[in-house]
């Protein structure tokens, strides 16, 4: 499929974007694309292995690659892993999209992602890391952001509709 993405989803690991992508899709009767799925096929490893392996900065690399080519191709929903913002180049290139940032309070974010072994930026002192990872992210999703939902308490099925109402 070829065109503009419907919609764009950010925001930080955990909040649900893959969830809320699908959902989203299905809502708009488009196609659903996950820029982590998207590696993860074309690398034949999963990103832990990756970042294992090669190490963040290739990982960027790749995932940069991976988003221009989910955000120039894809006319459904897209979803942008949570670090993919970092990259100034997408962030120039998420203007002009619609772009939904999904968000939640860090307690939210901690019970829902220190459990999962398969983030590694979250291997080690989840808590700490993941508000340190907001405090340099945030400004950055709030940057390409041309909607903000907030999925504290609420359900899949509630930020969805909130995401469509916000469009
Ligand atoms: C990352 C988020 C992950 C994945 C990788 C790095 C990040 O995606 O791309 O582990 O830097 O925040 P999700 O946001 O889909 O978990």
């Known amino acids: 499929m070829s065109g503009v993405p419907a919609v764009v989803l950010v925001g930080p690991m955990g909040v649900g974007k ?31 292995e990756i970042f ?35 990259d100034p180049d997408t962030r120039a290139l998420l203007a002009g999209h619609r772009v939904v940032y999904l968000s939640m309070r860090a307690e939210e974010a901690v019970r829902r992602t ?9 291997a080690v002192n989840p808590r700490k890391r993941w508000r340190e990872l907001m405090e340099a ?16 308490g609420r359900t899949p099925e509630e930020v969805t509709q909130a995401a469509l109402d916000a469009l």
């Open 137 to 152: 992210r945030r400004h950055l999703y709030e940057e390409v952001a041309t909607a903000v939902v907030a999925t504290d």
């Open 18 to 48: 893959s969830t809320v992508g699908r959902l989203l899709a299905g809502r708009l009767g488009v196609g659903y694309r996950d820029t982590d799925e998207d590696i993860v096929a074309a690398q034949g490893r999963t990103i832990a």
């Open 114 to 122: 220190a459990l999962n072994v398969a983030r590694p930026l979250l």
């Open 52 to 86: 294992v392996d090669e190490g963040e900065e290739a990982f960027r690399a790749v995932e940069k690659a991976a988003v221009r080519a989910a955000l120039t191709e894809h006319d459904g929903v897209v979803a942008l892993g949570g670090g993919a913002v970092l």
